[in-house]
């Protein structure tokens, strides 16, 4: 079984331009999640779906990035215009179950570079 | 709010010798516990979780967590190590109520030295 995939793997680009991340879950997983790591710190919570529905969404930054799920499958998250402190690893994760049995599977990662 | 506290950055160990790696969490009630672990230039891997029952967690590669609700820490260990085990390990925690978030620590730098 194929695990979470993630695309691109690294992306360079400079302040002001556009971004696009894809994440592409373990299939069957309804649960999907965005999480970012800046150099040196936590993995931060950035948002959770639920199929295609927003779960919660209270780690996004600001406006300049969107997550979206469209039939529930893959998921993007864009950033739009991308800034400086926007740079570090975003994982996105998976998971079949809620509740007790939940485990979240991770993909490998999208590093970002803005300059 | 939940947090998990990972107080090295770093913890160097000779092969062979046994090696832990340490991590507090604060939440509201009982906690779901967990350890990733990242390889250089991969993904996050599961390693094993706490839910309940013994404190005592057996997860992948040898690696076993211990449960202490006392001190609040879910302590990572493997009685041998292995120069294979180097990599970035982080701790998480979930509360049983609410949203699913995981709350991650900085994360410990693993080297092991032949």
């Known amino acids: 079984e194929a695990g979470v995939t993630q695309f691109p793997s690294h992306s360079v680009i400079e302040k002001g331009q556009t971004v696009t991340l894809r994440c592409d879950p373990i299939s069957g997983h309804d649960n999907l999640y965005w999480y970012r790591r800046v150099m040196g710190k936590e993995i931060k919570f950035l948002l959770h779906f639920v199929k295609e529905s927003k779960q919660d969404e209270s780690g996004m930054p600001n406006n300049r990035f969107l997550a979206e799920r469209t039939g529930g499958t893959y998921s993007t998250l864009k950033v739009q215009p991308a800034e400086l402190e926007d740079s570090g690893v975003y994982f996105c994760a998976s998971s079949q179950a809620s509740g007790v049995q939940e485990t979240q599977y991770f993909g490998p990662g999208t590093r970002l570079l803005v300059l | ?114």
């Open chain 2, 1 to 114: 709010a939940q947090s998990v506290a990972q107080p090295e950055d770093q913890v160097n160990v000779a092969e062979g010798n046994p090696l832990t790696v340490k991590c507090t969490y604060s939440v509201s009630g009982n906690p779901y516990l967990f350890w990733y672990v990242q390889y250089p230039n991969r993904g996050l891997q599961f390693l094993l979780k706490y839910i309940t029952g013994d404190n005592l967690v057996k997860g992948s590669y040898g690696f076993e967590a211990e449960f202490n609700k006392s001190q609040t820490s879910f302590h990572l260990k493997k009685p041998s190590a292995l120069v294979s085990d180097s990599a970035l390990y982080f701790c998480a925690v979930r509360g049983r109520s609410g949203y699913s978030t995981l709350t991650f620590g900085k994360g410990t730098m693993l080297l092991v030295s032949p």
